[in-house]
């Protein structure tokens, strides 16, 4: 007993000496001068940055902003709609069907978008109508504008993504809960909108709030057929005033501007989904 | 004529034959159980009877249905799913693995299938599912989602919700056997009062003391085939088959 009680006594007096960590100063150090040599290198370019606001605000700019959200939008839109589809048609027990949503994801999936875009734009070059024989006919260049292109560009190779991220979501789902379904009289069309769906949100929300993202920023491909989206927006300015960096600063701005807009809004749907 | 009646099911899945021809009746208000070794085709059987599995040959009627078909001009018609899902707002279900909707509470997951099969009013669909949550003695329980419950409470629950349909006939495919030892007593009381007030039920289930206590019938299963059939007394305590007296001589 004596013994124990003089161990206790040792063991009080022992002072405790926290593990260092000299690197984290070191490396952190090193974050910030790279960072602080990075902001002189910046004060010291040749740049006009107070002209930079001026083009933030420019009303081309406001224009190129306006085309980029619509044309994001539409395009992530319209492809979470075909992606709902093309998903539906790919667990379908039609083979033609199976086969067909396979053909469509290799080959939206397959092409680079900026690729797709040209296709479309350049669509008159083959087909100078775009027509249904005895129903109706139009000049292919009326139709193709370059929002058009841009939109089916970008659009249908979404969808293929968009069909993916749907299919492993709805997968996803245990069969037991369709099952519970069935076996409370629901049809085929409630289970998926009462059911499975809601379940599939939590797996498919989170890629499609990337994919988003990736949709605003790949909107400036569109600015190659001239379609007036942000970048071609700020081209249109420096080509007048040769303010080339500035011009596309302010076009950077807005598009960090509208991601991290995209961020939050995918921050909160997921919790709305979110497990219970 | 019995509520149920099943000629001569067969079933195969792949080249696995599962039912090799199950002849049964089922009176109203009658509780039958189905016993036998894993792999007999006991919950098979009962998923056909809720045309869950399509059936190879043989038939079932359900008060007087053709399970899976429209009978007309003399022919049956196979159904289409929707018009199966119309079929089966008649027979209630309860599942091993209880199969919640864990995206809605306990009293939500009740009132989906009024609500949404049977186009009900919300407010008056509601009063009947927490007379329902009370009768499975969760009323307290009824904003909870599944996740916040206990297995033996999400059973309670789940049967509530196949009860919401005023179903003529109860399926329990083991409805204790993925629970806690200690929760499946609660289960089988919800159960045995559910027998009592009169519910036709078929009972897939290992609980050789609930089908002595609280079964009618019990039906014992082999191998896709039907072995031994009768009251619980004969079957369990004084059988006449050899594959029966193996089987009741490992689980008693």
Redesign the interface.
Known sequence: MASDTRMNDVREELVVVPLRHPWRWVSGTVIVLLLAALGWAMSEAQIQWEDVPGFFTHPVMFEGLLNTIVLALAAQGGAIVLGVVVALMRLSANPVARWFAVGYIWLFRGLPVLLQILIWFNLALVFQNISIPGLFSVPTNLVMTTFVAALLGLGLNESAYMAEIVRAGLSSV?E??T??????????M?TLR??VL??AMRVIIPPTGNNFINMIKGTSMASVIAFTELVHAANNISSRNLEIMETLFAAAAWYLVMVSIASIGQHYLERAYG?? | MALVEAIGVRKSFGHTEVLKGIDMEVERGEVVCLLGPSGAGKSTFLRCVNHLETIDAGRIWVDGVPVGFRASGGKLHELRERDAAHQRRDVGMVFQRFNLFPHRTALENIMEGPVQVLGRRKAEVGAEALALLERVGLAEKASAYPGQLSGGQQQRVAIARALAMKPKLMLFDEPTSALDPELVGEVLDVMTSLARDGMTMIVVTHEIGFARSVADRVVFLVDGAVVESGTPSDVLDDPQQPRTRQFLAKVL
């Open positions: 245990d037991g809960q099952e519970a379904a069935k076996s409370i009289g629901m049809t085929p409630t009462r059911v809601p379940q497990p219970r």
